[in-house]
Every structure is written in C-alpha cells, then in structure tokens.
C-alpha cells in the first residue's frame, strides 16, 4: 500500500484530503508542522508527502529544502499544498525543490 504523508495544519483540509485518500487505499500518516514533517520523513520513509506551504514552526517550502538535502529522504517526491494560485506561489515551490507542480486548496483529488 502506497504511504502518504500529509502535511498539513488546517483541520478541515486534512479531514478533507485524507478522507479522499484513504477511500482511494492509500495509507495516510500526518505531521501539523514542517519540522514534523523533516521528522516523519526520516522516520516513516512515505512514498510521497502532500507539503503544505503555509506551515507552522517551519513554513512548507523551508520543510522541503531540508527534505531533500538529506540523503535518506532526498528521493521522496513531494507535491506542494497551497491556498494561493499565483503564478509567483508555483515558482516559489518550484524553487524550493517540490518534486511537482503545487496543488491550490481546496481541490479535488483524483489520484
């Protein structure tokens, strides 16, 4: 079963999210905050993280950069979460080394 890490500190979205994720049989495992989500990482080994860019203690995009400078986590793709659709908002993620092009909330998960 495909592990999914969903960071994410809105209650309503990880509801949200999780519930479409878990219905399509994915296994979901969830961190509130970025430094979490460095932790859970390392510890869990997901097969791909749903990053929110507006994180507590460590903002999404400062969680992904120290995500993929470490070498047991480097390889795991993560898909960036975010509220805005500005193109400015994309790049930024894209910047931050996202693995792919960021998903705005809410959205509709068709994985």
């Known amino acids: 079963m495909t592990k999914i890490l969903l960071v994410e500190d809105n209650e309503m979205n990880k509801d949200m999210l999780s519930r479409r994720l ?4 994915y296994e979901v495992i969830f961190a509130m905050d970025g430094q979490e989500a460095i932790d859970m990482a390392q510890s869990e080994t997901p097969d791909v993280i749903l990053m929110d ?19 047991d986590t480097a390889n795991i793709p993560v898909i960036a979460l975010t509220a ?28």
């Open 53 to 71: 860019m507006g994180l507590p203690v460590k903002d999404g995009l400062q969680a992904t950069k120290e995500i993929k400078e470490n070498s």
């Open 84 to 111: 805005n659709a500005m193109a400015e908002h994309r790049q930024q993620a894209l910047d931050g080394a996202v693995s792919y092009t960021h998903l705005t909330l809410p959205t509709i998960l068709l994985v």
């Open 22 to 25: 878990t219905k399509k049989g």
